[in-house]
C-alpha cells in the first residue's frame, strides 16, 4: 500500500512563500505522475501542479510564474515551492500519485495539508 504524507503547510501572509513536501513510501520512479491538488472551502478539488516520470512539468494558470514542482527520486519525494501567495490560494493542498495497472490507473492520495494566506 502505498503512502503519502504532505507536510510544509501554516499559515502565511500575503506574498510570501511556503514550501510543501510529499514523503512517498515507495519508489517515486514507480508511478505516472505526481502532483499536487487543492480544494478550497466549498469548492472542487482542481490540480494545480503536476509532474511526470519524465521531468515534464504543468500547471493551473492562476499560479503559472508563482509555483514550482519538483521532485527527488533518490528520497521519494516530491516538492511544491510557492511564491507571492495569494488569499485566493488558500485550500487544503493534497498529494497525489497515479501508478498503472496493466490498461487502468489507479490513484494515490495523501491526507493534505492546510495552507493559509491571511494578513
Known amino acids: 500500500q502505498v503512502q503519502l504524507v504532505e507536510s510544509g503547510g501554516g499559515l502565511v501572509q500575503p506574498g510570501g512563500s511556503l514550501r510543501l513536501s510529499c514523503a512517498a513510501s515507495?519508489?517515486?520512479?514507480?508511478?505516472?505522475?505526481m502532483g499536487w491538488y487543492r480544494q478550497a472551502p466549498g469548492k472542487q478539488r482542481e490540480l494545480v501542479a503536476g509532474?511526470?516520470?519524465?521531468?515534464?512539468?504543468n500547471y493551473v494558470e492562476s499560479v503559472k510564474g508563482r509555483f514550482a514542482i519538483s521532485s527527488d527520486s533518490g528520497k521519494n519525494m516530491v516538492y511544491l515551492q510557492m511564491n507571492s501567495l495569494k488569499p485566493e490560494d488558500t485550500a487544503v493542498y493534497y498529494c497525489?500519485?497515479?501508478?498503472?495497472?496493466?490498461?487502468?490507473?489507479?490513484?494515490?492520495w495523501g491526507q493534505g495539508t492546510q495552507v493559509t494566506v491571511s494578513s
Open positions: 497525489n500519485a497515479v501508478r498503472k495497472i496493466i490498461t487502468s490507473t489507479i490513484n494515490f
Open positions: 515507495g519508489s517515486i520512479s514507480s508511478f505516472l505522475t
Open positions: 509532474i511526470t516520470r519524465g521531468g515534464g512539468t
